[in-house]
């Protein structure tokens, strides 16, 4: 038992974040790390008396995850020993102790990556936030990320105003098709909810997006709702690292900054499933290459443009061409070279540049491994083919 280390967490377990970051928590425990832990299963009911009782034994460290700052909480929190804080409904670093840690979701992240992802499935004609009913740093971050990517594909998400009007008009009010982000799974099922007296069909007229992936939420609505996964189980084990880190250092240290975890991705379900994969992303790609076919534009030109990750376009490409982007874009110079060859008296040096490739070694190099022959060669066999009355085949 020497070495060990005693911890207290104080973390409710009734929601799925809650749940997910103590499973974080154990999970780094049960990589090779000595500790006790005690539970304190409910921030909000923590008072001094048993905050004192259970200082009485030790303790080497404290994870904290509020759901509110209490008087109790604020005080702990400023004791000498490690504290390490999973979010804080304040939205800042509270005072704090002389090694104190803050970790929190990235939530300007999670906004982004909703953003990414409705503009990767189809070209909507408006976008909406639905906030949480009080107001919430973190809601309000979500936004940002959310309202700052559309932003920079010209677009502007209009964000529902509780006190102005009921769910039912806000979502009656916005063009179709429309797609609407939650400030989480609550807020998102109350979309699905208000659709469907609406008789507004999902996903064809609404798309429909939470945040936290809570599974037995998600799955049991109808439709089942695509959700952004917050990392919470990351942020447990990330917790319990730092928390470790600060109990090992000799010296004060204390971040002046959050701690943030991105999120890991959306589980797509019916709530936007059925919009076409292929519809908005794809399309503007094509479009673009074909509009800068002859500058030798790459796939970063394409993902800058677009406007999203890297990781949505090879995916939205593999799913629907079974091949990369790259080799979309240099099958499209391939066919435009191929046009002016059978077509055209241009020679190989003009079509290699007028169609985008580097180099004429580059575009010989190409042409010869996807058709086993030269351009000039194939030229020839196309103007055989035409005075002999075949159409050139391109």
Not at 245 to 273: D, W
Not at 308 to 328: C, E, K, M
Request: charge should be positive; include cysteine.
């Amino acid at each position: 038992m020497f070495g060990m280390k005693k911890v207290l967490v104080i973390s409710t377990i009734n929601g799925i974040a809650g749940r997910n970051g103590i499973t974080g928590i154990f999970n780094y425990v049960n990589e090779g790390h000595d500790w006790s832990i005690q539970f304190l299963q409910n921030p909000g009911k923590v008072d001094d008396a048993l905050l004192q009782a259970t200082l009485l034994g030790g303790v080497d460290g404290i994870i904290v995850s509020p759901r509110s700052i209490t008087p109790q909480i604020a005080r702990f929190i400023t004791r000498p020993v490690p504290v390490v804080m999973v979010h804080n409904p304040l939205g800042s670093i509270p005072r704090h102790g002389p090694k104190f840690a803050l970790l929190k979701n990235d939530d300007l992240a999670v906004g982004r990556l909703a953003a990414e992802y409705l503009l990767s499935k189809a070209r909507f004609r408006s976008y909406a936030f639905i906030p949480t009913p009080s107001r919430t740093n973190w809601s309000e971050e979500r936004f940002s990320g959310f309202a700052e990517t559309l932003g920079g594909k010209g677009m502007s998400p209009v964000v529902w105003q509780r006190a102005a009007q009921t769910l039912e008009d806000f979502l009656k009010s916005l063009q179709k098709p429309a797609a609407v982000l939650g400030a989480t799974d609550l807020e998102a099922i109350d979309v699905i909810s208000a659709c469907r007296r609406l008789r507004i069909d999902i996903p064809s007229r609404v798309a429909v997006l939470g945040v936290d992936d809570d599974e037995m939420m998600c799955e049991t609505t109808k439709p089942t709702l695509s959700s952004v996964k917050t990392d919470d189980v990351m942020l447990g084990s990330r917790a319990a690292k730092e928390l470790a880190a600060l109990m090992s250092s000799k010296s004060m240290r204390a971040f002046l900054r959050p701690i943030l975890v991105p999120p890991s991705g959306v589980t797509e379900r019916n709530s936007t499933r059925s919009v076409p994969p292929a519809g908005y992303l794809i399309q503007e790609a094509l479009s673009f290459v074909k509009l800068h076919l002859t500058e030798g534009i790459g796939v970063d030109d394409v993902v800058k443009h677009l406007g999203v990750s890297h990781s949505l376009v090879r995916a939205r490409f593999r799913t629907v061409y079974g091949a990369s982007l790259r080799d979309v874009i240099l099958d499209m110079r391939l066919k435009a070279a191929m046009s002016l060859l059978g077509k055209t008296n241009a020679s190989v040096h003009a079509i290699a540049k007028k169609t985008g490739f580097s180099s004429d070694a580059h575009f010989i190099h190409f042409f010869k491994k996807r058709t086993r022959t030269t351009p000039s060669a194939w030229r020839k066999s196309m103007s055989a083919r035409r005075a002999k009355g075949a159409a050139p085949s391109v």
